[in-house]
């Protein structure tokens, strides 16, 4: 019995010497060991794990190269267009656009900021999180169209399907007259930022600093507050409640009424709109409105015709 013990000893300390041994070379030789084996499936195991940590860290780095580049051409645009007196033509005659696309650009920047953050994913792996989010907007847009619909019908006295364009960027307003207020939730992101930025200021006050500072940390503030800020003026003033009736019978004579039609009693250059499948009646817009830009459209206050005239289109008869 104690022959057979220290037989079984021994086998047990050849195996652990033959897994233990640093021998190396015994993987190039045709009569490979168990020792062998274990290293190479070892050794491919962290390559393979290495490799994927620097895609991953790869992908971060470009990323963040990108955001940077994003935040940085949204700065240069809320810059220019911030200027009183700019010193080329053409940034003052651009400004409002210029402005509208670095607040474009800038949400966009916020929005995949936010994305990235482990915040964020975690909660959006959940579906409950996910069908609540689509239910919601759903209900929002369910409930700007409604309203746009009102706002139309109340203006025009007809459907609001006869302005199709106008209806659709009428629901696009209200929608964003709701979502702003929930803009506000951008500055609790803003305020880790911060903190983030103060930290660094601290650490290169001691001298104990980062190789570089956070530049998402100083940028990620500013661009969230120029953005709810916007959203707040906008919402408020210019696509706000009281300015809406403007804004629609604008959208509405650029783009929904029409003065290129057939109807023998009315006059060339009259702007209609043709209601119903037979399209035999039209709305008659007989207001003169200047000609409007962008820029008009968004800053300027319009007074709204009290009256549009629903009359009958009567088509000339041609000889053959």
């Known amino acids: 019995m104690s022959e057979y013990r ?12 033959e897994l233990t041994s640093s021998d190396i070379n015994e993987r190039y030789s045709r009569d490979r060991t168990l ?18 940590e620097q895609l991953k860290s790869n992908e971060q780095y470009n990323i963040s190269w990108a955001l940077g580049i994003l935040s940085f051409v949204a ?13 080329f033509n053409w940034i003052r005659e651009n400004q409002l656009s210029l402005k509208i696309w670095g607040v474009a650009l800038a949400a966009i920047y916020i929005g995949a900021s936010l994305e990235r953050s482990t915040f964020i994913k975690c909660l959006w792996g959940f579906s409950t999180v996910k069908i609540i989010v689509s239910i919601s907007f759903s209900g929002v847009v369910v ?26 960027f009428t629901t696009a307003i209200i929608v964003f007259h709701i979502i702003a207020p929930f803009l506000f939730f951008i500055s609790l992101g803003a305020i880790l930022h911060v903190f983030n930025a103060i930290q660094w ?25 120029v953005l709810m800020f916007n959203g707040w003026s906008w919402s408020s003033n210019e696509l706000g409640e009281e300015s809406l009736p403007g804004k629609v019978y604008m959208m509405a004579h650029s783009l929904d009424f029409n003065s290129n039609h057939e109807c023998s009693k009315l006059k060339k250059g009259i702007p209609v709109v043709f209601l119903g499948p037979a399209q035999n009646d039209i709305l008659v817009d007989a207001y003169k409105v200047k000609e409007m830009d962008f820029g008009t ?7 709204v015709p009290e009256q549009f005239y629903r009359i009958k289109c009567t088509y ?5």
């Open 201 to 225: 200021i601290r650490s290169k006050w001691k001298g104990e600093t980062y190789e570089l500072p956070p530049y998402h940390s100083f940028v990620f503030p500013i661009l969230a507050c």
């Open 6 to 17: 220290n037989n079984v000893d021994d086998q047990i300390s050849l195996i652990r010497n």
């Open 297 to 303: 459209f968004f800053n300027a206050r319009i007074d």
């Open 75 to 87: 700065i240069c645009l809320l810059t220019n267009s911030s200027q009183s007196e700019p010193d």
């Open 35 to 52: 020792k062998s084996y274990i290293h190479n499936i070892s050794k491919k195991i962290n390559d393979y794990l290495s490799h994927q």
């Open 143 to 168: 409930y700007s169209t409604g309203k746009a619909s009102g706002a139309i019908n109340s203006i025009f006295g007809v459907d609001a399907t006869a302005f199709p364009v106008t209806y659709t």
């Open 316 to 320: 000339p008869e041609y000889d053959k």
